[in-house]
């Protein structure tokens, strides 16, 4: 198996020069950061009302302790906010569109939350709740999307887990088995498949990795992965080349015919997958536009801008070790601090809980108190949940829009240095 992968490795690197590949791309849209101005972001998020960390004791020990331990107090007002907004959503869940099965606005997106919850707390009930959901969800299939978030290899792998969980095994297996059914289509790009998370290769490949993660084995066999970043490689390639981008950067990828640069669509989604070093594939490769030319620096949503970008900033530290890398994370966390309490709301997608996820990823990468910190006033925002006239979003008690995504996020905020943003973080 190892000596496979070198291969694939080297094999690569004789191909692409991949640093090269990231650095332009980097430099490509900090240009279009520097010409952009940052004011406009002030339209679409609510001034931050909260003191900056200050790196005295004073400003964290209502928060957590010196070891980034959450206080009885705080953790406990967040233990009961987590079931005063659980019971809001499950009473708000009975008008949800029944026929949605995805985990994006979907029955999918509520079985990960019990899932999450029944992890962080250990309660029976929750994994209970799970299934309820994902038996539900079973019963929609989109047969039309294949990735994680949109379409059905979400339900699926979902399922799978649940049914590990529940030591259900044949019903686990059975799900694998129809999960594993789109694996041929999508290596071939069936329907003019794209690459990117939401409804591309990558959101089908996260599927995979998930139940491998989940199941603390290698259930999906690398190579099935592989075959999958191959392809992802070789449609990036392709698009370098008939754009005559090779010189600049060898890999390139859109999204209906535009350039888009976010984790749900763009760019540094994708980027942020193939640098994970255990798809056998090394990848070297302020706020960003959403798509490569848009000169204006409007969007600070984890699915456009900063708050999705800083993952892959992290990664390409944690894989090529250059502070340059860090250096850019960083300046992600500060404008999420100042332009991240969006008047959308306080969901994953493009709302206050989702922006946080990029202070936990910070905190995880670097220890520094002051993430942590800023992740609490988040936080603290989110538990003042409809105080702040922000809009209503169009699902507004799903996984990404809505209330299940700030809960989720809450529990995750009990145990920051576990936390994940869910169907994304690796
Ligand atoms: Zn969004």
């Known amino acids: 198996m190892w ?19 990231l650095r332009t791309t980097q430099r490509y849209l900090n240009q279009n950061l520097n010409s952009a101005t940052p004011r406009i972001m002030d339209t679409r998020a609510l001034k931050n009302p909260y003191t900056d960390y200050d790196g005295t004791p004073a400003c964290t020990q209502h928060l957590f302790d010196s070891q980034g331990k959450l206080t009885e107090d705080f953790a406990g007002r ?15 869940l009975r008008s ?10 979907g029955w999918t997106g509520i079985a990960l939350l019990y899932l999450h919850l029944s992890d962080v707390f250990g309660e029976a009930s929750f994994l ?21 978030l949109c379409g059905d290899a979400g339900p699926l792998a979902t399922a799978a887990v649940v049914y590990h969980r529940l030591q259900r095994p044949q019903e686990a297996e059975d799900c694998l088995t129809r999960l594993l059914q789109l694996h041929q289509p999508v290596v071939r790009g069936e329907g003019k498949l794209p690459d990117e998370l939401l409804y591309g290769r990558i959101g089908y490949l996260f599927a995979l990795v998930f139940i491998n ?15 999958i970043s191959d392809a992802i490689l070789a449609s990036g390639e392709k698009l370098s080349m008939k754009r005559r981008y090779q010189s600049k950067s060898p890999l390139f990828y859109e999204w209906y015919q535009e350039d888009y640069v976010g984790a749900a669509h763009g760019l540094s989604g994708i980027y942020y997958f193939l640098m994970q070093p255990g798809f056998g594939i090394k990848f070297p490769s302020g706020n960003f536009p959403p798509c490569v030319g848009d000169a204006r620096d409007l969007l600070v949503h984890w699915c456009h801008g900063a708050p999705g ?18 250096g850019e994370a960083l300046q992600c966390g500060e404008v999420i601090w100042r332009w991240g309490l969006l008047k959308k709301g306080y969901g994953l997608c493009h709302g206050a809980a989702g922006n946080a996820y990029g202070f936990l ?16 006033k988040f936080a603290e925002w989110c538990m003042d949940y409809g105080k702040h006239g922000c809009r209503t979003p169009d699902t507004p008690f799903s996984l990404f829009e809505g209330m299940a995504g700030t809960i989720y996020f809450l ?3 009990l145990q920051p240095l576990r936390s994940k943003f869910p169907a994304f973080e690796m």
Do not use: W
């Not at 949800?96 to 606005?105: F, I, L, Q, S, V």
């Open 361 to 376: 990823a910070l905190y995880k990468h670097t220890g520094a108190p002051q993430h942590l910190y800023r992740a609490c």
């Open 411 to 413: 529990a995750d905020l």
């Open 3 to 21: 000596s496979a992968r070198l291969l694939t490795l080297k094999k690569v690197y004789s191909r692409l020069n991949y640093k090269f590949c």
């Open 78 to 92: 967040v233990r009961s906010k987590i079931n005063e907004l659980l019971s809001l959503m499950e009473n708000g």
């Open 309 to 326: 970008v800083v993952y892959m900033l992290l990664q390409a530290h944690r894989v090529f070790g250059e502070d340059q890398y860090l």
């Open 128 to 148: 209970q709740r799970a299934l309820d959901y994902a038996s539900r969800s079973l019963q929609c299939l989109t047969r039309r999307s294949v990735t994680f």
């Open 96 to 105: 949800a569109d029944p026929r949605d099965c995805t985990g994006y606005t």
């Open 213 to 227: 993660q989940q199941f603390g084995q290698e259930k999906i066999p690398v190579q099935l992965i592989q075959e």
